[in-house]
């Protein structure tokens, strides 16, 4: 049940940081956020209180490095965390994977990357003003990546442009699904530094700036009434001409096109939030069958032997996804092996499909009053359908780079 790890830190061998860091966050997502996931849900707002528990919690300087005054967690005691507060509400899990990537990437993971000693020490000075307001202030950071196009898949440069002028860049371009648009303090966007001579737009030339919420020329527009993850509040934003500093900047030029290649499984944190989901679901129809829901009648529906069959079935999947999943987390780093790269894309879209998966069979084994509103299963129902859609590793994408690359060695073709 709720009460028990997602990962037992005994039989998976977690570090004691990783099992504490788990216990906390799992208590805090119960007792904290359980009891707001339907509200934001049910109005499509976004869940402000949770962040400035969050803030009080120590959660949104998680990933900030020790030196820096965050908790320096690194990248696998992050995944567990999510994992744990995805149990609870994916959306609030969801939102903060956007906050935490922004210093996690910034962080824990530009220090596995090449830049001369200059750079890197403009790096540090500069992601320690985005650090500072993290923790001092509780601000939150955005990921707005999505433009519509194949850009956000990793397939051309993103469309949003930066063009350098004194003192800074102006920014241009249109973002959608931007999720904690018009609550996030800072929005980390990806756009394209344009050069006079002309250069096509390359993705090469990618910059990661985090623009003001309220800097002039930043808008925010469109509805958000989506099927699920609905207090993400993932509405679109427009940039006119946004004028921001050089300091504005969350990794150096060229840095981000270096990490998409070097890092890939920084793509892979969308998934923690999944695989609470998926625990969820089951948790859910344990117990439920068992008569133990609290606030529902102790009627028992487990002897029933196609409800018992529908429970192996879950758990079964559930196993899989788990395995698969800390498996890939556990070996995330810098200059993957193909046969690692192979597993973290199958990983991502195990998560992501068998959550899905386990959710749909959970409400056709509970039965009929257990889709009712009052009970937290057809929201995970809806939240668990949105993993498979988030770019830039979709399960579509997931299975067509497996295929490719199982059969490709780097440069062959068949001409
Ligand atoms: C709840 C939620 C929250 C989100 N939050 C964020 C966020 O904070 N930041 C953010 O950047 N994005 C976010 N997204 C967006 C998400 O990552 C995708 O970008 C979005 O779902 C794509 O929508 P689309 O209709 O443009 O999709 P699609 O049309 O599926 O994809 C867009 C483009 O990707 C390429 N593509 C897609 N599928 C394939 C394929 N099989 N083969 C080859 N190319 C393909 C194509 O060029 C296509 O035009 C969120 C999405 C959801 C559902």
Redesign the pocket.
């Known amino acids: 049940m709720a009460d028990t790890p997602l990962f037992d830190p005994t039989a998976f061998r977690l570090a004691p940081e990783e099992a504490a860091l788990a216990d906390r966050v799992r208590e805090f997502g119960a007792t904290v956020i359980a009891p707001r996931a339907a509200r934001w849900d049910r109005e499509a707002s976004f869940p402000t209180e949770n962040y400035r528990d969050m803030h009080e919690a120590g959660l949104l300087g998680l990933c900030i490095p020790r030196e820096e005054g965050g908790r320096g967690a690194g990248y696998r005691a992050y995944c567990l965390a999510a994992a744990e507060l995805g149990r609870f509400c994916g959306a609030t899990a969801?939102t903060w994977n956007?906050h935490v990537c922004s210093t996690l990437w910034s962080g824990a993971l530009t220090d596995d990357l090449e830049m001369d000693a200059a750079l890197r020490a403009e790096h540090r000075r500069r992601r320690r003003i985005h650090y500072d307001r993290i923790l001092r202030d509780g601000a939150i950071y955005?990921?707005?990546?999505?433009e519509?196009?194949?850009a956000?898949?990793g397939?051309v440069a993103f469309g949003t442009t930066a063009r350098s002028v004194p003192g800074g860049f102006l920014v241009s371009g249109r973002?959608?699904?931007?999720?904690?648009a018009g609550h996030a303090d800072f929005y980390g966007v990806l756009c394209t530094e344009t050069r006079e001579d002309g250069e096509r737009l390359s993705r090469r030339n990618t910059l990661y700036l985090a623009i003001p919420r309220d800097a002039p020329g930043v808008v925010v527009e469109g509805e958000w009434d989506?099927l699920?993850?609905r207090g993400?509040v993932?509405r679109n934003l427009l940039f006119r001409d946004v004028f921001v500093p050089e300091d504005a900047a969350l990794m150096p030029p060229g840095l981000y096109f270096q990490a998409a290649t070097r890092w890939p499984h920084m793509f892979l944190t969308l998934s923690p939030t999944y695989v609470g989901l998926a625990q969820a679901a089951y948790d859910f129809t344990i117990a439920y069958l068992r008569g133990e829901w609290p606030g529902m009648p102790p009627v028992k529906r487990r002897m029933y032997p196609t409800k018992q069959i529908a429970v192996a079935e879950m758990r079964v999947m559930l196993e899989q996804t788990k395995a698969l999943w800390f498996q890939a987390i556990t070996e995330a780093g810098p200059d993957p092996s193909k046969a690692q790269m192979l597993r973290a894309w199958a990983a991502q879209h195990t998560v992501m499909e068998n959550a899905a998966a386990i959710a749909a069979k959970a409400v056709r084994t509970c039965g009929g009053q257990a889709m009712l509103k009052a009970l937290p299963l057809e929201r995970i129902f809806r939240d668990a359908r949105?993993g498979s859609?988030?770019?830039p590793w979709?399960a579509?994408?997931c299975i067509?780079r497996i295929g490719r690359e199982a059969l490709y060695e780097a440069g062959e073709t068949d001409e």
């Open positions: 969801l956007m955005a990921q707005p990546f999505s519509g196009g194949a956000a898949a397939g973002k959608i699904f931007a999720s904690l989506p699920g993850m993400t993932s949105c859609l988030m770019l979709t579509e994408l067509d």
